[in-house]
């Protein structure tokens, strides 16, 4: 193997696996070193997003990756049943590594934990050290005391089913199910006519659930929707950080000038926790960098996650609303009020893309929470000497 390279990428998950992809076919000049401790790129995970999360370059770019297309999506509420417009598409993980695989070849090294990493170097387990112009850390989430978080916790469940289970589109948030703790909704995907993908989703303080509570819960529902006797085929879970409030400077100063990517970085949509249109949006960074030097490319990044940092200000202050206004168990009911809204509105919602008048229209009328703990929320002082860009 070769010692030197242009760009190494820590971590083979969805950010830095987008990276590699992109700059393949973006830049094919560029000598890119994709590491990971697991057998296969991508771990063990479902993607999704919405079509219009994207630009339509960045659309094309992704489309092999795709593997699952609907053209809207359901949503369930106690005062209501809705569906959306608007493409909806998914990414496995296993097919994720097959085109990662196929597209880099030799430039992928897997089942290696590195020893140590620095900006521009990555220590190997046998002593080995590898340079490169740049190196970048994509290991996932690291704990932070700069941010102040809640959790998507969630356990998902592939079933194939004995029989087809007659659900044509996803229903991306079922909140009719009993509450607990935080908000509770059920997401499935119909991934062939009969099998499917369900998720028992927790909106929570803590990090972690009971993993046996959540299996049973995914039984009941499949039971009490008409799906019960699937088989097992695959298991998924994950914790994924809502951020609340934080202080950007002091979490970037941590990284002490090492270049990072998806979690570790922050860069993800704060309420939902949808990372892949972040991750699209840095791969194109990196492709158009006129150096990848590590002082100029971990520049680059933080500038961008100060950007997205200042223009997520206000889904910080709606995620306060959910987490510190009223009851857990009482949670659903701001996302009820908030599937009430237009169909414009939602869509600008999950891009992270809402102007001023759909911020109005959020924060205006009855609060779906007491008024007085609303307003607590909003004005939560986790950080009274943050920076806020």
Known sequence: ?????????????????????????????????????????????????????????????????????????????????RRLQGEYCSITSASFAVHLARAL??????GTAVSRITPDTVQLPDGQTLHARAV?????????????????AFI??????????????????????????????????????DRLLIEDTHYIDQQRLDPDHLRQAIGQYAAAQGWAGGELVREES??????????????????????????????FHPTTGYSLPCAASVAELIAAAPTLDHPALFNSLREHARRQWAEQRFFRLLNRMLFLAGNPSDRWRVMQRFYGLGDGLIQRFYAGRITLADKARLVSGKPPVPLGAALRAMAFPVFPSRELP
Not at 136 to 152: K, N
């Open 136 to 152: 970048i850390d994509g290991r996932g989430v690291q704990p932070s005391p700069h941010l102040e978080l809640g959790y998507q």
């Open 156 to 193: 998902g469940q592939e079933l194939q089913l004995p029989r087809p289970h007659g659900l044509s589109e996803p229903i991306l948030m079922d909140a009719t199910v009993a509450q607990g703790e935080g908000y509770r909704f059920v997401y499935t995907l119909p991934l062939t006519a």
């Open 105 to 110: 070849g030799e430039t992928i090294l897997t």
């Open 1 to 81: 193997m070769r010692r030197d390279w242009d760009l190494i990428l820590v971590g083979a998950g969805l950010a830095n696996g987008l990276i590699a992809w992109h700059l393949r076919h973006s830049r094919p000049e560029l000598a890119v070193l994709l590491i990971d401790r697991d057998r296969h790129c991508g771990g063990n995970h479902t993607w999704s997003f919405h079509a219009s999360d994207l630009s339509p370059a960045q659309q094309q770019w992704l489309a092999p990756l795709i593997d699952h297309r609907w053209p809207g999506y359901q949503v369930r509420f106690p005062a209501f049943n």
């Open 238 to 267: 994950g914790s994924l950080p809502i951020i609340l409030d934080g202080n950007f400077e002091a979490f970037w100063a941590q990284a002490k000038g090492m270049p990072c990517s998806g979690l570790r970085a922050g860069l």
